[in-house]
């Protein structure tokens, strides 16, 4: 602004100039109305719905937590020994298998879209990325009943060197205690049904949702930028870890949330492929497998009523709120690099 | 340091396309080389063919000799990537790593040469290439901060610290004013002249002005005619060129008879 310009409208309009009235404000632009009446409203309407499902949640949730349950609560929340006793170890599983799926997904994805975006010809990057589309279209029930029926089996004689070669790992070990000889038996689940398959299972349906995201965040990396590195003398690998990753990173993040949002919250497939309990393991070939709560509420809804209702919603409160504090985990983190992230 | 570069019968093409037919030339060393010519004549191509910077394009590729105090660049063993760490490169808009500090983006080229350098050692080297590219006294206070929070004059000149960090050979410059107001303009002109004390320098520029001001030798770039291929019309001392030069369609350029 320079200092001779008027310091308000207030001014400019009481100047006593003659007022050309080509020029004159025209209040009658009902298309801008309409279209800013329409997008305003449609973005209140997030805030409505989003309200809506916290009430139902929250009130519908706030019976379980406060008072004794009757005689219509769930059986496993008794046994537990209270809500929270019976909500945490659902909780753990819920995030232990999306951190699972995510550890393999991540990785495996980042790998795809650079693939796709700096190594394959452009022919074969455009066919490779239909298929991986493709696979983002498959409905997870789909994934479900392919991890019970195929994949697990599969898998089951690779869980079984895995426990006999290395269970000295923690998480491969699933063998228990038997008889009073000081024996051991191995406690491997059956047919494969454990929850390194859910995770894997999980991340094959995350995989494509971040390679898809990934891949285009790396197409858009400046050319600009990879050819400053390439100039320095950068080999292609190290022009991806110079120009392309740190350029991607804040979209990396961001796909992986929105991956591990759908981890999460994921149902079916993990209803179908895992016998979860409640409980707290983080052994991976076990017998007993901790369950997640969205598997949870889908197996035990429709036998729920009154209390045990409101009991599984408070449930379902709870992954709402994991969702949720992940995903502002990730805005802290990409809100905190925003400095270098190239956008000034 | 400062080597020589001799271009031999040099063709270059886009595919099928010949963007850049037989160029002949030597480039001495401790001098300051500028490339002249209207938009499209080939000179930053052949720029770039100058540390196989040109390969990068999908489908380009050069049929002839570029030596390099004799060693051809193009010959069978040699390793592009390797010819990049000897020979550096200013870009036409300043591109600095968005995500790497001020001092980062200076040693970017080193620590991609493995070398192994203590904390101090760096620091050294960064404050030797800053103030190599006359930039060190205005960042020598935010070496932490983001490159890319610099002016475009400021950035340009990170740049060209970036390339000298490496101690190369040859610094090769594509149009690296062009966006950049005329102060900042002029620090860099000043800064070409510091750094022929050292290196071969060869700037492409698009502003006649500046090539009489800044280069020892100038070639002028056309194309015989559109849709042709472009050639090396006349190359020739600065002097000669812009005040004598040899051929018609050169004197037409400089006195600007010429689009």
């Given amino acids: 602004m320079s200092a001779q310009a008027p ?49 139902f949640l929250t009130t519908q949730a706030i019976p379980a937590v406060t008072r004794e349950p009757g005689p219509t609560g769930l059986t496993a929340v ?38 796709l975006s700096h190594y394959a010809p452009k022919r074969v990057a455009k066919t490779f990325g239909y298929i991986v589309d493709l696979l983002a279209a498959v409905p997870s029930v789909v994934f479900g009943l392919w991890g019970v029926t195929v994949l697990a089996p599969a898998l089951d004689p690779f869980y079984r060197w895995l426990n006999d070669n290395l269970s000295w790992i923690y998480f491969f070990n699933a063998w228990v205690p038997y008889g009073d000889g000081g024996d051991l038996r191995p406690n491997l689940a059956a047919g494969g049904q454990n929850m390194l398959t859910a995770a894997m299972v999980l991340a094959l349906m995350v995989i494509p949702i971040i390679t898809a995201l990934t891949r285009e965040v790396f197409l858009q990396t400046p050319r600009l930028h990879e050819e400053a590195s390439l100039a320095l003398g950068a080999t292609r690998w190290e022009m991806i870890r110079q120009a392309v990753l740190p350029f991607g990173t804040s979209g990396i993040i961001s796909s992986s949330m929105l991956g591990l949002g759908r981890a999460l919250g994921e149902t079916m497939a993990v209803a179908m492929i895992l016998p979860g309990k409640v409980l707290i393991s983080f052994k991976l070939l076990t017998f007993d497998n901790p369950n997640t709560i969205a598997a949870y509420i889908a197996q035990n809804f429709p036998e729920a009523e009154g209390d ?17 504090v992940v995903n502002m985990v990730a805005r802290a983190i990409i809100h905190s690099r925003r400095e270098f992230s190239g956008a000034n | 340091m400062a080597k020589r570069i001799e271009i031999k019968d040099l063709d270059i093409f886009y595919g099928k396309f010949q963007a850049v037919k037989g160029v002949d030339m030597t480039i001495e060393p401790r001098a300051v080389t500028a490339f002249i010519g209207s938009s499209g004549c080939g000179k930053s191509t052949v720029l770039r ?14 049929d002839g000799e570029v030596l390099l ?19 550096g490169m200013v870009f036409q808009r300043p591109n600095p ?22 904390g101090s050692e760096m620091d050294e080297l960064a404050e030797k290439s800053l103030r190599g590219a006359n930039l060190w006294e205005e960042v ?15 950035q340009q000149r990170l740049c060209i610290a970036r390339a000298i960090a490496i101690s190369p050979d040859v610094i090769l410059m594509d149009e690296p004013c062009s966006a ?35 280069s020892d030798s100038t070639a002028f770039f056309n194309l015989k005619a559109q849709g042709q291929p472009g050639e090396l019309i006349e190359y020739g001392s600065t002097e000669k060129i812009f005040h004598n030069p040899d051929q018609k369609a050169t004197e037409d350029y400089i006195t600007g008879r010429f689009g």
């Fill in chain 1, 7 to 55: 310091s308000s409208d207030k001014e400019r309009t009481t100047s006593s100039e003659p007022l050309d009235s080509s020029l004159v404000r025209d209040s009658k632009r009902y298309g801008d109305t309409l279209f800013s009446g329409i997008s305003t409203g449609s973005a209140l309407m997030i805030f409505v719905i989003l309200a809506a499902v916290a009430t």
């Fill in chain 1, 78 to 115: 008794e046994t537990a020994g209270g809500f929270w006793q019976w909500v945490l170890p659902l909780a753990f599983g819920t995030v232990w298998a999306s951190v699972l799926a995510m550890l393999m997904a991540v990785p495996l994805a980042i790998g795809i879209a650079l693939f």
């Fill in chain 1, 308 to 324: 045990g209702n409101h009991q599984l919603i408070a449930a379902g409160l709870v992954l709402f709120v994991i969702t949720l």
């Fill in chain 2, 49 to 62: 063919s100058l540390n196989r910077m040109h390969e990068v394009i999908d489908g380009a590729y050069v």
């Fill in chain 2, 69 to 87: 105090d004799g060693t051809n660049l193009y010959g069978p063993n040699v390793d592009p990537v390797r010819v990049r760490r000897q020979i």
């Fill in chain 2, 97 to 118: 790593f968005p995500t790497m500090s001020i001092k980062e983006n200076v040693l970017a080229g080193v620590r991609l040469n493995n070398a192994r350098m203590s």
């Fill in chain 2, 140 to 154: 020598k206070d935010r070496l932490d901060r983001p490159g890319s929070g610099l002016s475009g004059g400021q």
């Fill in chain 2, 180 to 214: 950049l107001d005329p102060i900042s303009t002029l620090a860099i002109e000043d800064l070409i002249k510091d750094l022929k004390e050292d290196y071969t320098v060869v700037i492409v520029t698009h502003n006649m002005q500046q090539a009489a001001r800044v």
